[in-house]
Structure formats: C-alpha cells, structure tokens
C-alpha cells in the first residue's frame, strides 16, 4: 500500500488518469470544505513512491473532479464557489477556462466517456449542466429540483444521463428527447421503494427516504446502476426494469456512504468508500445468479468481499486503475490521506 499526504488540505474526489496508469489526480479542500482555499493535486506513482507533479490552489474548496476523455493534461474541477474550471497541467496556475453558472456549490462534474466533446455539471442549486469545453456557455440545463449530489454520463450512450438527488430520487435524461415541458427527463425512479416482492418470499418493507450522495452505470452492463448515500445501503437496479425495484441491496456499511464505483475489469464487482472510515469492495450477485439459472425464488446474492480499513477519517473519494492488473485502486479522504493498494489484498476474511 502506498500513502501520500494532502498536507492542510482534505480530500474529496480521486482519479486515475484514462491516459497513464502512473497519474492521479486529487481534488482537495481545506478545513475540511466548509471555509477557505482548495487544491487539485496531479501525483505520479514512481518505484520511489508517490510524488508530486503539479499543484493548483484553488480560492474555494474542490468538491470533485473528471480528466477530460479527449487531452491527456486537462482536468476538470468542481468548486463550493459554483464555477467549473478547467486546468492543463502542462501549464502553471491558472485555469485555461472556467464556467460560473450555477447559483450554489457545484458537487458533482463528469466527463462524457463516449463523444468526449462534452462534460456536465452537477449542483446543490437543483439543476445538472452540459456544456462543451469550446463553448463559453452551458449548451443545455436540466433541473432536478433538489440538491444534486451526483450525475453521469452513461458509459454506453453519448446522449443519456442519470443523477442522484437529496429527495431519494434517481433520475435519467436522453437529451435525444423533446425538451418540451420534461426537459429531457425519461425516468423519476424512487430508490426507497420497497422491491418488488418475489415468489415464494415475504415482500420487503420500504424504508423512508433519505439522501442519494452517489451513483455510477456498470460499465458492461446496459442499464444497470448502482446508487447509495445516507442510510447505508448500496441498491442496483436494472432501468430497463425501473418497475422491479432494485435487483440487489448490499449492507454493511455503518455510515453513510459517499462514493461508489463499479470494477472497469468485472461486470459483478465494485467498491464503496463511507463516512465508516472503511472502503469495501462487493459483488452484486449477478454472476450467481446466471450460474443459478432461473430460479423464481433467487433475488440479490451480493455481498461484501472484503474491506481496507487504514484511513483514519471520513473516506470521500475512490476510483480503480483502467491498467494492468485488475484490483488497483485508490481512495482520498478527511484525514489528509491518498492510499493506492490492491483490493486482492483484502478479499476473502474480513479484516
């Protein structure tokens, strides 16, 4: 395992670069994002360790960040002031743009993995905004009315999106449709609803809304997200199959949970990071259930495989390496800390 500190600054948002699996980005804040400057750190993995390559000061927090899909040295920033920027690493100091349309802190940023001549924006102010970096102004907004804490592209469509709201809701967007009076909204899924119930098995009681704070679309399967934030639990549902209810519930966290990712590798597998101080990495079930064939009594089957307990404050940010050996990965949070470790390295006990 290999450690860096985000010395003065708490980590929220961490990524590996799509161009080099030696480069990460961090996205930082100080005083833990509630006052005072931010800080996007660019660091190297070197047989030596980890080292710094660039830094920028920012003069408001850094809440996320996305490497744009197009230039390998360009990464985008969301900050608590609501403005966007764009650095290039090759350059020093300055953003090469910046965008300030929303009205309060912009949470969430995303590239889009399939044009990659687009990006969005996600904001507390209640409205998701896609915008092409030539552009000076947002080329579209779409309004969730509620704090948005998390929005995406999907990774198998240019034109479709989805986002994750404080009022419980996960909603999806094909920017293909009418504007009209929906705004492109194709679906309103309420993640608390209890599933739907299964032969032979007592139905499962709906528990009362709370907070979605992430979200991500598996990467090999069409129309299957995951979501979790306050109460806990990890849901995967099938879009496709909105009406069904989620198709696995993963618990076991103690706190919230403030960011997930599916494996780039495995279609099963993906990891969480919590208030709980832990990351844990689990499987949703579904490569047992293909195996079980179709058993009318079967629902879910995911559970945790392991967990990386070494930080020493609220965890905010992972995300696993595109390259080379499939468990790779690397997690930021409150405790001024980057790890980058193995996730083979904690599956099977738990520890």
């Given at each position: 395992?290999?450690?860096?500190?985000?010395?003065?600054?708490?980590?929220?948002?961490?990524?590996?670069?799509?161009?080099?699996?030696?480069?990460?980005?961090?996205?930082?804040?100080?005083?833990?994002?509630?006052?005072?400057?931010?800080?996007?750190?660019?660091?190297?993995?070197?047989?030596?360790?980890?080292?710094?390559?660039?830094?920028?000061?920012?003069?408001?927090?850094?809440?996320?960040?996305?490497?744009?899909?197009?230039?390998?040295?360009q990464v985008l920033v969301a900050s608590g002031?609501?403005?966007?920027?764009?650095?290039?690493?090759?350059?020093?100091?300055?953003?090469?743009?910046?965008?300030?349309?929303?009205?309060?802190?912009?949470?969430?940023?995303?590239?889009?993995?399939?044009a990659k001549d687009t990006f969005l924006s996600s904001?507390?102010?209640?409205?998701?905004?896609?915008?092409?970096?030539?552009?000076?102004?947002?080329?579209?907004?779409?309004?969730?009315h509620s704090c948005t804490y998390s929005a995406e592209f999907s990774p198998h469509s240019p034109s479709v999106l989805s986002a994750v709201n404080s009022d419980s809701h996960l909603r999806l967007f094909d920017l293909r449709t009418p504007a009209s009076a929906s705004n492109h909204l194709v679906l309103s899924l309420p993640i608390h609803a209890s599933p739907k119930a299964m032969p032979g098995k007592a139905p499962m009681q709906a528990v009362p809304p709370s907070?979605?704070?992430?979200?991500?679309?598996?990467?090999?399967?069409?129309?299957?997200?995951?979501?979790?934030?306050?109460?806990r639990?990890?849901?995967?549902?099938?879009?496709?199959?909105?009406?069904?209810?989620?198709?696995s519930i993963l618990q076991g966290h103690d706190y919230a949970i403030r960011r997930l990712t599916w494996s780039p590798h495995l279609s099963d597998l993906l990891l969480s990071a919590s208030y709980d101080m832990t990351c844990r990495v689990w499987t949703d079930g579904s490569k047992e259930a293909e195996s079980a064939g179709p058993d009318p009594f079967f629902f879910g089957g995911g559970k945790e495989l392991g967990r990386m307990g070494r930080h020493t404050e609220f965890v905010t940010g992972v995300d696993w390496c595109l390259?080379?050996?499939?468990?790779?990965?690397?997690?930021?949070?409150w405790d001024e800390r980057l790890l980058v470790w193995d996730v083979r390295g904690i599956m099977g006990p738990q520890q």
């Open positions: 395992m290999l450690e860096y500190r985000t010395q003065g600054f708490n980590g929220y948002s961490v990524k590996y670069s799509p161009f080099f699996d030696s480069r990460i980005a961090v996205a930082a804040s100080a005083n833990f994002g509630l006052v005072g400057n931010g800080r996007l750190l660019i660091l190297g993995l070197t047989p030596n360790g980890i080292v710094t390559e660039k830094l920028f000061d920012t003069q408001d927090g850094l809440f996320d960040l996305t490497w744009s899909e197009s230039h390998e040295n002031d609501g403005s966007i920027k764009l650095f290039d690493i090759a350059l020093s100091e300055f953003p090469i743009a910046s965008w300030s349309e929303h009205a309060r802190e912009v949470f969430s940023v995303h590239w889009n993995l399939v904001s507390w102010d209640g409205c998701i905004k896609i915008w092409n970096p030539n552009s000076s102004a947002s080329i579209a907004t779409l309004p969730t907070e979605a704070l992430t979200h991500d679309w598996n990467k090999y399967r069409d129309g299957v997200i995951a979501t979790a934030g306050v109460d639990a990890i849901r995967v549902f099938d879009v496709r199959a909105a009406a069904q209810g989620p198709t390259f080379g050996a499939e468990g790779w990965c690397a997690s930021c949070g």
